[in-house]
């Protein structure tokens, strides 16, 4: 069984990567075969992550976007070697802005997991979210031109400088409720630095002023070693600790506050998620994963289409 993703705009194709069958991919098209499953091929996931493809793979390293497939099609004898080929296609829609490093196959749009939470972006970390920086004595609007260098997940990625006096900045939030998650679920985190490490991170959960968790994460677990290099770390919703009484059912902004003992640099955050990853339901796992060679880039003003060859 041969799998091959198709990037095309319009009737133009703009890149192929031949994909890896997963482990409980395998396992999710026995199922479905035997009837005894959900279909396989629901949806077409993109994200930025770019660890190498492995079977063991439940999910791809930074999902971003999920389409619904739209479309199937046999082509009899049409695929290598005269073999059958199935055609699935998924449209990534024209308002989509970024960066595609991987891509994968899932069974539908309903996440991964298969406990209370539900696997989901939190934030794309772009300009237009309505992110803030503290002034000394007030929240205001954020003072630092977004970057366009970095970002992967959406149109731009928010600059954060890391100073002697740490830097405050803020998404607030209409609610955000992350009780369903479970101790072992993940917050993960995509990153970059410049000029200098910063030397302290704390990032804050918070319910209002006096009540938040927060957790002072070590760099060395949310930061590349190599300056102007992505990150993408996961670490434990386990490790934020309260002050006061917040709740994680009612989260109305999240902090990021970075530090330098001397000197400056500058923090870029490109994305946020939360990630259930201790009740994984193998009927929802990823089937397939392809880490492209070279990125595609989705600008806005057109959809593209991801199609998804499979040779039986």
Known sequence: MR????????????????????????????NYLSQNGPPWCGAIAIGSGTTAA??????????????????RAVNFGGGAGG?????????????????VREVGIFPGMTNLAAGLGQSTL????????????YNGSAWDVINTTPNTTFNRVGKDCITMPATATPTRYRLPASGLDFSQYSANDVFTFTTIWD????????IRFVSDS??????????????????????VASIAKSLWVATGAP????????????????GASNLYLDGIRIDDTDTINSDYSLVSRSVLTTPITKLTGSEMDIEYYVDV
Do not use: C
């Open 83 to 99: 073999t059958h080929r199935l055609i699935l296609k998924a449209t990534l829609p024209e308002l989509l802005v970024g960066s």
């Open 54 to 71: 492995s079977t063991a793979n439940t999910r791809l390293e930074f999902e971003y976007y999920r389409a619904t497939m739209g479309a």
């Open 122 to 133: 939190v934030s794309n970390a772009t300009s237009p979210e309505g992110w803030q920086y």
């Open 247 to 262: 709740s994680w059912s009612m989260i109305t902004s999240i902090e990021v506050i970075a530090g330098r003992t001397s």
């Open 210 to 231: 006096s009540n938040y968790y927060a957790y002072n994460v070590p760099v060395t677990d949310i930061l590349h070693t190599t300056t102007s290099t992505y990150r």
């Open 195 to 202: 000029t200098n490490k910063p030397t302290s991170i704390e």
């Open 3 to 30: 799998g091959i993703y198709v990037f095309r705009s319009g009737a133009t194709e703009l890149y192929r990567s031949e994909n890896l069958i997963t482990t409980a991919g395998k396992q999710i098209i026995a």
